[in-house]
């Protein structure tokens, strides 16, 4: 055994933000990533700590890595460095990621032992992976998750003066930086073909690659609640993040009171941590809850009508609208959201984007349970078919350079996933 793990590949992985509690979005997709990694490899992990790391996510990522450092990265001066980095002609998001601390730690690493493969997570942290950091490394990735660029491109059409003009100038700089990596990398990954297809139309390259996200079909599942809540709609997001706080603000302005006047009990939970002062304002309206943290989403999720999803700023693959789906709870989206997923309106989902929609398809879903049913299960079963954490991630099997090598089992004590993000 001692043979086997000398001869296992040498991973170095970097994540701008802590990959355990598995509780936002991107937490999801790196502690993900990072426990199939492990099994095929030794991995050395390094990430940027926005808060305080409790012994229990210490302890956690040490089971499934060789080398762990988490360097602090709070407070104000990310933000200044984001400033300063686009005073200066860089883009906020390398600033705000800019560590002395990380690229030192990075480098002493290198000079004890190197690695045959580096992967960073997101274009903001890719510079920590350059060869002036970490030395001459054979397979070079940057999982990119999402075109961040058209991220801030969408910022800017909805945002106001003076923030549109920022917006846009960020997008446009780290346009710049995502075609740069496409150059200097082995590879890059997002979430779905349509962001592939997205990047290839400022970046002719053919070094871009989906990895979609999956879901744990074993923790997320249908789990018949004691009591319904009827005529319930749910949505399950960090609560300070733009596009969500957008979404359910656009929502009880333009939809709910529409729907409070057809079904004058129905509600709308919001749950999710760090709601922020528009949220929070959101509970003063008939019928609006705002929950906050929860330890656990999916009795949420199982005790809801349906799970809405109004974003109108979205990239990549959502996780919110998947594990909803794999609970088997009726999933209403906006179309944005469903451009990185194959699953078919009206059969696995369905679709709303004005605010006539909205109210129709609400109306649809409170008053035939039977249509609850269908749709309900026919989003379980195309989760489990199609999004499958092992099956997404097999591309990761070229990174360590050993197909062959199958996952050791998973660390079931691991899988706690207690709220959704971005």
């Known amino acids: 055994m001692k043979m086997k793990s000398e001869m296992k590949p040498r991973v170095l992985y970097v994540t701008h933000r802590v990959p355990w509690p598995p509780d936002r979005g991107d937490r999801i997709r790196t502690w993900n990533i990072l426990k199939f990694l492990s099994s095929r490899a030794d991995v050395d992990l390094a990430c940027l700590a926005d808060e305080p790391a409790p012994e229990e996510t210490i302890a956690s990522l040490r089971r499934v890595t060789r080398r762990l450092a988490i360097v602090p990265h709070q407070g104000w001066s990310r933000y200044v460095n984001g400033l300063k980095s686009l005073i200066c002609g860089g883009t906020i998001t390398e600033g705000m990621f800019h560590s002395p601390q990380l690229k030192a730690q990075l480098q002493n690493w290198a000079q004890s032992q190197g690695w045959d493969a580096a992967l960073a997570s997101s274009s903001g942290i890719a510079a920590m992976t350059a060869p002036s950091v970490i030395g001459d490394v054979r397979r070079r990735w940057i999982d990119l998750i999402d075109v961040d660029s058209e991220k801030w491109y969408e910022y800017s059409r909805t945002a106001r003066f003076p ?191 004005s605010a006539d929609e909205w109210v129709n398809e609400i109306s649809r879903v409170f008053q035939d349970p039977c249509l609850q049913q269908e749709i309900g299960f026919a989003a379980e079963t195309w989760v489990r078919q199609h999004h499958c954490w092992d099956a997404c991630l097999e591309t990761l099997n070229d990174l360590t350079g050993c197909p062959e090598e199958k996952p050791v089992g998973r660390n079931h004590e691991s899988r706690i996933q207690a709220e959704v993000g971005q």
């Open 163 to 353: 923030k549109s003009i920022l917006y846009r100038t960020e997008g446009r700089r780290l346009r710049a930086v995502e075609s740069g990596l496409a150059r200097d990398c082995e590879k890059l990954l997002v979430v779905s073909e349509a962001e592939v297809q997205l990047f290839r139309q400022f970046c002719a390259t053919d070094r871009i690659v989906a990895v979609a996200n999956g879901v744990d079909t074993d923790y997320f599942s249908r789990r018949p609640s004691e009591t319904e809540c009827h005529q319930t709609c749910v949505f399950v997001g960090v609560m300070n993040y733009l596009p969500n706080v957008d979404a359910v603000c656009w929502f009880v302005s333009e939809v709910w009171p529409r729907v409070r006047d057809r079904y004058p009990s129905a509600k709308f939970q919001i749950v999710g941590k760090s709601p922020s002062a528009e949220v929070l304002a959101l509970g003063k309206t008939a019928g609006v809850e705002v929950i906050g943290s929860v330890p656990d989403v999916r009795p949420w999720l199982n005790r809801a009508t349906c799970a809405v999803i109004p974003l109108r700023i979205a990239r990549g693959i959502q996780n919110k609208v998947l594990e909803a789906m794999a609970c088997g709870c009726p999933v209403i989206s906006s179309s944005a959201p469903l451009r990185g997923i194959a699953a078919e309106p009206g059969l696995h989902l369905l679709r709303a984007d």
